[in-house]
């Protein structure tokens, strides 16, 4: 069974860093190309970038580009969404989600997402 | 980017009745890549239809997509209990890939 288990909520201040994270299971993880999407409290899906494990190739949606870092590292199967100084804007759900070919498919299956609120 | 308007943004009907959602693309969409993902409070997107119109694995046939071009369409055809939630649309043909804002159906 696919699954993507994504880290637990997080509550931080303006200012600090961040990394959440993302473990696919049940496929292989090099072969998919992972992604983030943002849902800001009451609002729409927004499409952060994406990341193939195998080889580290990342895309990103020029919203995001220089804003967020993600990464992956494949030996444990884990993608990660990181900040170096949040903002209280940055408080939304996160989610996580697992796409088979870039600009070919949509994203199938999807984690249950982490929910950052950044507040001082 | 390509911009995407889903109307309306709310839709009030009645189980049994059905549903007719509408997502308009700025621009047209390459190959038809086209999906419509459901939403509900504390479960994540479920994706319903790729391509504009292929079902997605489990999907129930009462769900379809239909569309080209610039205009897309995500039918129910007799609206459960349970498929009163909020769909949104989404284009991945071109970079970036976008969403549109969504459409709230819910319980008359």
């Known amino acids: 069974e696919v699954q993507l288990v994504q880290s637990g909520a997080e509550v931080k201040k303006p200012g600090e860093s961040l990394k959440i994270s993302c473990k696919g299971s049940?496929?292989?993880?090099?072969?998919?190309?992972i992604g983030w999407v943002r849902q800001m409290p009451g609002k729409g899906l927004e499409w952060m970038g994406i990341?193939?494990?195998?080889?580290?190739?990342?895309r990103y949606s020029p919203s995001f580009q220089g804003q967020v870092t993600i990464s992956a590292d494949k030996s444990i199967s884990t993608a990660y969404l990181q900040w170096s100084s949040l903002k209280a804007s940055d408080s939304a759900m996160y989610y996580c989600?697992?796409?088979?070919?870039?600009?070919?498919?949509?994203?199938?299956?999807w984690g249950r997402g982490t929910l950052v609120t950044v507040s001082s | 980017e390509i911009v995407l308007t889903q109307s309306p943004g709310t839709l009030s009907l009645s189980p049994g009745e059905r549903a007719t959602l509408s997502c308009r693309a700025g621009?047209?969409?390459?190959?038809?890549?086209l999906a419509w993902y459901q939403e509900k409070p504390g479960q994540p997107p479920r994706l319903l239809i790729y391509g504009a119109s292929s079902r997605a694995t489990g999907i129930p046939d009462r769900f379809s997509g239909s569309g080209s071009g610039t205009d897309f369409t995500l039918t129910i055809s007799r609206l459960e209990p349970e498929d009163f939630a909020v769909y949104s649309c989404q284009q991945y043909g071109s970079s970036p890939p976008t969403f549109g804002q969504g459409t709230k159906l819910e319980i008359k």
């Open positions: 049940g496929y292989s993880f090099t072969n998919y190309w």
């Open positions: 990341i193939y494990p195998s080889d580290s190739d990342t």
């Open positions: 621009q047209s969409v390459s190959r038809s890549n």
């Open positions: 989600a697992r796409l088979t070919a870039w600009l070919r498919f949509p994203f199938d299956y």
